[in-house]
Each structure stands twice: as structure tokens, then as C-alpha cells.
């Protein structure tokens, strides 16, 4: 339940994810063991809800730090180096440096002019967008992709995000436009500059 907890957390505050991450946000294992301690804390919350709620602060820096000391196991092979952004209200911008050899083997090539035919080795996959949750469930709203420099259409991220997101009780992988319940009694994620704050 942590690492769904966690994973949540990241893919919410990051299915969008950062162009950059700020010179001045350094991942530190001070800053990934706390979020694995809020972590803890939301799941121990779960079991024992109150009428007033928990509302628990998670700042960027804490996360992208989860991703690099902690998050290595959620993290698909062919996936390094993610990171995200709170970029304004409910505004998220995240990347990842990506293998896109591997999605473009396992996809037929419909025509030469298919985008994947172009797509190879590893490039920096970026996403920006906006987050909406409300009870209990999240949603993800995407404004823009790029691989490299280069803008990329929705259905060409959706191929990228699909393959890397496969499961075997999920062997489609996440849909961009699908809502995702939010666990452990998460009623909605409310993101500002450089913060989430998790409400119970």
C-alpha cells in the first residue's frame, strides 16, 4: 500500500512531468526519507479517518528526491532520470529520458511517414498539463508533449505512456484521458508552485 501511496503521488504530481528541474531544487535523502515518512502517514490516516481530515504538505523537492533515492523499483526499465515540476495552480510539467527504441520495435509502423519511424534511442520525453482531483478521484489534463525539442501530438505521447505503463492486469496501459481513483481515502491533491497538498 506505501508503494501504491507513492506511486499515486508521483504519477499524480507527475503524469504531466518537468522540462527542467530548478537549479535550486536538489534531490537529497533527507528530503525522499521524509516523503517516505508523509507516506506512511497518510497511509496510517486511511485506517482511522476523522470528520476534519488530514491535510498533509508535499513539496517538489521531496518528490523528486523519492524518485531518485526510493522510487527505483516503480520506475518501468527504459524510464531514468524523471522529473517534475509544480509549475502553478493545478500545473504540472514533468520528463523522463525514455528508450524509445523499445516502443517503436513493439509497434508495427503503419506507414514511412508513421512519427515513430523517427523516434530513436533516448530522448527526453517532456509533458505539461493540468491536474484536477476531486473525491477521490484525479484526472489529467494535457496541454503539451515534446521528444527532444521537438512538440508531438497526444497520440503519439499516449503510445509512449501506454507501453511504459503496461501491466499484466492493465496490458493496454494508462490512458492519458482516464480518471484514477486516488487511495488510502485521498479525497483530492491540491497543487500550487512547488507543493501538493494531500487531503484526506
Known amino acids: 500500500m506505501t508503494k501504491t501511496i507513492a506511486a499515486v503521488l508521483v504519477c499524480a504530481l507527475g503524469l504531466a512531468s518537468a522540462v527542467t528541474l530548478r537549479a535550486d531544487v536538489r534531490a537529497t535523502r533527507r528530503d525522499a526519507a521524509l516523503l517516505k515518512q508523509k507516506v506512511a502517514a ?13 491535510r498533509t504538505i508535499v513539496t517538489e523537492s521531496e518528490v523528486n528526491s523519492y524518485l531518485v533515492y526510493e522510487a527505483r523499483d516503480q520506475i518501468p526499465v527504459g524510464v531514468v532520470q524523471p522529473t517534475i515540476s509544480v509549475i502553478g495552480a493545478n500545473r504540472l510539467s514533468g520528463s523522463a529520458i525514455v528508450d524509445l527504441d ?4 513493439q509497434k508495427a509502423p503503419t506507414s ?3 512519427p515513430m519511424n523517427y523516434l530513436m534511442g533516448r530522448l527526453a520525453v517532456t509533458a505539461v498539463g493540468k491536474l484536477t482531483t ?16 521537438i512538440p508531438i501530438p497526444k497520440i503519439l505521447l499516449q503510445e509512449i505512456v501506454s507501453y511504459y505503463s503496461r501491466t499484466p492486469e492493465k496490458p493496454g496501459g494508462i490512458g492519458l484521458d482516464d480518471p484514477f481513483p486516488l487511495p488510502a481515502r485521498i479525497r483530492e491533491i491540491q497543487v500550487d508552485r512547488g507543493q501538493a497538498i494531500i487531503v484526506q
Open 42 to 54: 497518510i497511509n496510517a490516516q486511511a485506517d482511522k479517518p476523522t470528520k476534519a481530515g488530514r
Open 112 to 114: 514511412l511517414l508513421d
Open 134 to 149: 476531486t473525491k477521490g478521484v484525479g484526472r489529467f489534463e494535457l496541454e503539451s508533449s515534446s521528444v527532444g525539442s
Open 102 to 105: 523499445a516502443v517503436r520495435k
